[in-house]
């Protein structure tokens, strides 16, 4: 029998060893191990399980789906096809999608023709939301998470980092500016922080200038269309039943945090990417690094990092710089960006002042 190194299935299929490795953590795969040199070799019939994966992988379906219908022991077929079907109706969606596209392309280089640095800021929130996917306030947090995907609206963002590192603080930032750019509603759905807290930290951010009318704020921001959900006990299906009620269009959904939501991690992550879909906006999930991390945080560092990694579109890793301290409370914030696939992006620099526990682009 012909055994292939993992090296050889990699070149014959045209897969990396890095994704050959994450098929064989799946169970989608399987290789045994020579006694003399304990190298992996794989059978033969392992060239065809990775072409069938990637053929499925490129027809829209996710890893945790295909290890379901390799796994399913009966109505394997019927399963396929019910995600086929799943996938057509993503599909329209996506030409929808591009038709709206059409249009306003067509329409910004009639308006704007003549306009050259200063389009950006001409450009309606519904052209934004379009054609920039997640604005999070922060030029240079934009620019790494601008993207082609034509479900950038639909993105999953993780936001993690060690306790104390302001990364509820920067989701907040993000989901309020999201309400802010679309005009549409934000819902946050925490374990921890109940409406008013919330709106109080939203507050704190608002008010740098003038803590005095931070009462104030909180009202003003009570009465926006946000909604909350505090309840220690929440589970995904209790989320995705509240966000189903409202029957509204989305700006953002944020989850505090995922850790401590009920349920088990692989069920939480695959509702999680389900929820993004069918709500149609940015879902701003946040998370922990393992503890005994380093002080910067890589993307195994995330906790349930195999189940999230399935299912993120940007992991977003917040850590502070010890060696340079700008004030007393304002330090340098790094901002690490890993793409879908867990390889980092890039990284930009903001400000943290911990008075206002407050980002900012600018020193």
Not at 69 to 90: A, G
Request: with cysteine.
């Amino acid at each position: 029998m012909t055994k292939y190194k993992i090296s050889e299935i990699a070149k014959l299929t045209n897969v990396t060893v890095k994704a050959i490795r994450i098929y064989e953590e799946k169970n989608l795969i399987s290789s045994s191990r020579d006694e003399e040199s304990n190298y992996r070799n794989f059978s033969k019939e392992v060239v065809e399980s990775v072409h069938t994966i990637k053929l499925l992988q490129n027809l829209g379906l996710t890893l945790n789906e295909i290890s379901l219908i390799f796994n399913s022991r009966k109505d394997s077929d019927l399963l396929l096809k019910d995600l086929l079907k799943k996938q057509l109706v993503e599909t329209s969606n996506q030409i929808n999608t591009l038709s709206e596209r059409k249009k306003i392309l067509t329409n910004i280089i009639e308006k704007y023709s003549n306009v050259k640095d200063n389009l950006i800021c001409q450009l309606t929130a519904r052209e934004r939301e379009v054609f920039m996917g997640i604005t999070t306030g922060f030029s240079k947090l934009d620019k790494l998470l601008a993207s082609n995907d034509l479900e950038k609206i639909s993105q999953v963002l993780v936001i993690a980092a060690h306790a104390g590192m302001g990364k509820t603080a920067l989701t907040i930032h993000i989901a309020y500016n999201l309400l802010e750019q679309t005009n549409k509603p934000i819902c946050f759905f925490s374990t921890e922080y109940d409406h008013r807290e919330w709106a109080k930290r939203i507050a704190i951010q608002k008010c740098e200038d003038d803590q005095g009318k931070i009462e104030d704020v909180v009202e003003e921001i009570k009465n926006k269309p946000i909604y909350y959900r505090h309840n220690k006990e929440i589970s995904m299906d209790e989320i995705f039943s509240k966000v189903s009620e409202l029957n509204t269009n989305l700006g953002a959904i944020v989850i505090d945090y995922f850790q401590d939501i009920r349920g088990d991690g692989t069920y939480k992550a695959k509702m999680i990417k389900e929820l993004s879909t069918v709500a149609r906006c940015p879902v701003l999930v946040i998370s922990t690094v393992n503890k005994k991390s380093a002080a910067r945080p890589m993307a195994e560092d995330l906790v349930d990092h195999k189940v999230l990694r399935e299912i993120y579109d940007k992991l977003l890793i917040v850590s502070r710089s010890g060696e340079v301290v700008l004030t007393d409370n304002k330090k340098i914030a790094h901002i690490d960006v890993y793409d879908s696939f867990g390889e980092e992006s890039s990284s930009v620099h903001l400000v943290w002042d911990g008075s206002y526990c407050s980002y900012s682009d600018q020193l």
